[in-house]
């Protein structure tokens, strides 16, 4: 494991944050989540690749996208609600929910192994998957959303899960409204807004849960990845930002472009790849 980086691969890894941004922002767009599906796995390879130590790679990873995915999902709610698409009701009912269960999710995060935050993900996207790609329209749980306590346990549950996930809460919200018999873009759009409530207080989360750990990370961590907040990296955060928030619009246009049905497949197979990846990273970890 090297102590520092070389120009050439500063540079390379510099570019390999912002085409990651570029696509985060495009995904943000289409799919109504922040982008932090497909951030956490490619930031997880980058600190691998300058050597941030196991233990401290996924939840680092987890509070990094979440730090990133704040202005995308600020900007891909303006776009969809200037569109008119999203429920601003479901969004007042989950709003207080979603909050404590991002609270929740972060004090897990500062005393859980690395191991869980790849088995969320791998169940996560998982369910995700299969419901998008081999779903039915008669696979519904009601016509409409429950009243009263189950919808706010819905909206803690997705705080606490997006939060251990590092995403902007639009898989777990999809899902859940689609099974309500929502449409497919009014379900993306309403996502867009719940990644604003979870990515802000999530960040701030992970600043606190990664405090009190950064003086026992090796210092190739902060030789490497400087100006790193708890278990947020601000460089990296500072890289993807600006491309993230130019192709989120984009995003925005290809969704309300595309058919019900090649959305619900487009999201599918994304999450498919997602889900394998963390699959085999979880099962190399248990042969170790």
Same mark, same amino acid.
């Given at each position: 494991?090297?102590?520092?980086?070389?120009?050439?691969?500063?540079?390379?890894?510099?570019?390999?944050?912002?085409?990651?941004?570029?696509?985060?922002?495009?995904?943000?767009?289409?799919?109504?989540?922040?982008?932090?599906?497909?951030? =956490?796995?490619?930031?997880?390879?980058?600190?691998?690749?300058?050597? =941030?130590?196991? +233990?401290?790679?996924?939840?680092?990873?987890?509070?990094?996208?979440?730090?990133?995915?704040?202005?995308?999902?600020?900007?891909?709610?303006?776009?969809?609600?200037?569109?008119?698409?999203?429920?601003?009701?479901?969004?007042?009912?989950?709003?207080?929910?979603?909050?404590?269960?991002?609270?929740?999710?972060?004090?897990?995060?500062?005393?859980?192994?690395?191991?869980?935050?790849?088995?969320?993900?791998?169940?996560?996207?998982?369910?995700?998957?299969?419901?998008?790609?081999?779903?039915?329209?008669?696979?519904?749980?009601? +016509?409409?959303?429950?009243?009263?306590?189950?919808?706010?346990?819905?909206?803690?549950?997705?705080?606490?899960?997006?939060?251990?996930?590092?995403?902007?809460?639009?898989?777990?919200?999809?899902?859940?409204?689609?099974?309500?018999?929502?449409?497919?873009?009014?379900?993306?759009?309403?996502?867009?807004?719940?990644?604003?409530?979870?990515?802000?207080?999530?960040?701030?989360?992970?600043?606190?849960?990664?405090?009190?750990?950064?003086? +026992?990370?090796?210092?190739?961590?902060?030789?490497?990845?400087?100006?790193?907040?708890?278990?947020?990296?601000?460089?990296?955060?500072?890289? =993807?930002?600006?491309?993230?928030?130019?192709?989120?619009?984009?995003?925005?246009?290809?969704?309300?472009?595309?058919?019900?049905?090649?959305? +619900?497949?487009?999201?599918?197979?994304?999450?498919?790849?997602?889900?394998?990846?963390?699959?085999?990273?979880?099962?190399?970890?248990?042969?170790?």
């Amino acid at each position: 494991m090297s102590v520092g980086l070389s120009l050439a691969d500063l540079i390379w890894l510099a570019g390999a944050l912002m085409v990651a941004g570029a696509v985060t922002g495009v995904l943000a767009g289409v799919f109504g989540v922040g982008g932090g599906a497909i951030l =956490v796995p490619v930031l997880y390879e980058l600190f691998q690749l300058v050597g =941030v130590p196991l +233990e401290a790679r996924m939840p680092l990873c987890v509070g990094t996208s979440l730090a990133i995915i704040i202005p995308t999902s600020i900007r891909s709610y303006r776009a969809h609600r200037a569109r008119g698409a999203v429920d601003a009701s479901v969004l007042r009912q989950w709003a207080i929910p979603v909050v404590a269960g991002v609270a929740l999710g972060s004090l897990i995060a500062r005393v859980a192994p690395e191991f869980l935050f790849k088995l969320v993900f791998v169940v996560v996207a998982g369910v995700s998957a299969v419901r998008l790609l081999f779903g039915r329209e008669s696979w519904r749980i009601a +016509e409409d959303f429950p009243r009263g306590p189950l919808m706010k346990l819905y909206g803690l549950a997705i705080g606490v899960l997006s939060t251990l996930m590092g995403i902007g809460g639009g898989q777990l919200s999809n899902l859940l409204m689609t099974f309500y018999g929502r449409p497919i873009h009014q379900a993306v759009a309403t996502s867009s807004g719940l990644g604003v409530l979870i990515s802000i207080p999530g960040a701030l989360g992970y600043i606190y849960a990664g405090w009190p750990k950064a003086a +026992e990370l090796p210092q190739v961590v902060a030789l490497q990845f400087p100006f790193a907040l708890g278990y947020v990296s601000l460089i990296g955060a500072l890289v =993807v930002m600006p491309a993230s928030m130019l192709t989120a619009p984009l995003g925005v246009k290809l969704a309300h472009a595309l058919s019900k049905r090649r959305l +619900e497949v487009a999201f599918g197979l994304f999450l498919v790849l997602v889900c394998a990846r963390f699959a085999v990273s979880l099962a190399a970890g248990a042969l170790r």
